[in-house]
């Protein structure tokens, strides 16, 4: 049995099964190179981040069980909520970042899948933003696949100021090839290199736009 399919639990499936159902049938969703996923091992997403529907386009489309960081905010909802309290979700307390970072590790450690924005925060234009390096004291912990996403689509499906999003929007999501981090760009010794290698990663994201 593959390990991608040992961890899901029946509440994440459950949750992805009616979510992706939702999606085909209220979207016009593309979906291109998900096969740059490593079926094993420990993998970091990172994707560009316009709309509250980016995570969970980018879970149900993703063949592995995918993490998020989220705010805590989020856990404590009646349905969503329950779902990632349930699921395995990582709750982000403001003051305690540290935590999160170090959760997120564990995961990436135990050989699972994380997905994080390197941007920090949703566009409220629509246009990618300058990414903070708290991508970089993640990924300079560990050594694993980083696997770039472009989401499209989403910013005009489900705006900022929007309480519903509009029906059948075009949305393309694009998995890029993966890479790792070369033990200079792992330095967290300087912020201006931290600041650097994230760029390099958001360059990363941007250049599927390029091939698309």
Same mark, same amino acid.
């Given at each position: 049995m593959k390990l991608w399919f040992k961890e899901y639990n029946f509440i994440y499936w459950l949750g992805k099964t009616l979510v992706r159902l939702a999606f085909i049938l209220l979207s016009r969703t593309e979906i291109r190179n998900e096969r740059n996923v490593p079926r094993e091992g420990g993998v970091l997403l990172v994707a560009n981040h316009i709309s509250h529907l980016d995570p969970p386009m980018v879970g149900t489309t993703c063949s592995r069980k995918v993490y998020f960081l989220a705010k805590k905010e989020l856990f404590k909802g009646f349905i969503v909520g329950w779902f990632m309290r349930n699921s395995g979700q990582i709750a982000v307390h403001r003051g305690k970042g540290n935590a999160a970072v170090e959760a997120a590790v564990d995961i990436l450690n135990k050989g699972r899948c994380i997905c994080i924005f390197?941007?920090?925060?949703?566009?409220?234009?629509?246009?990618?933003?300058?990414?903070?390096?708290?991508?970089?004291?993640? @990924?300079?912990?560990?050594?694993?696949?980083?696997?770039?996403?472009?989401?499209?689509?989403?910013?005009?499906?489900?705006?900022?100021? @929007?309480?519903?999003?509009?029906?059948?929007?075009?949305?393309?999501?694009?998995?890029?090839?993966?890479?790792?981090?070369?033990d200079e760009q792992k330095d967290t010794s300087s912020k201006g290199k931290m600041r650097e290698t994230a760029e390099m990663i958001m360059g990363k994201i941007k250049a599927l736009k390029d091939k698309g």
């Open positions: 390197p941007e920090g925060t949703r566009s409220r234009t629509g246009e990618m933003q300058q990414a903070r390096t708290g991508i970089i004291v993640i @990924a300079s912990q560990v050594n694993v696949p980083i696997v770039p996403i472009l989401v499209e689509g989403t910013f005009e499906m489900f705006p900022p100021k @929007a309480k519903f999003p509009k029906l059948f929007g075009k949305v393309r999501l694009t998995y890029g090839e993966p890479f790792y981090l070369t």
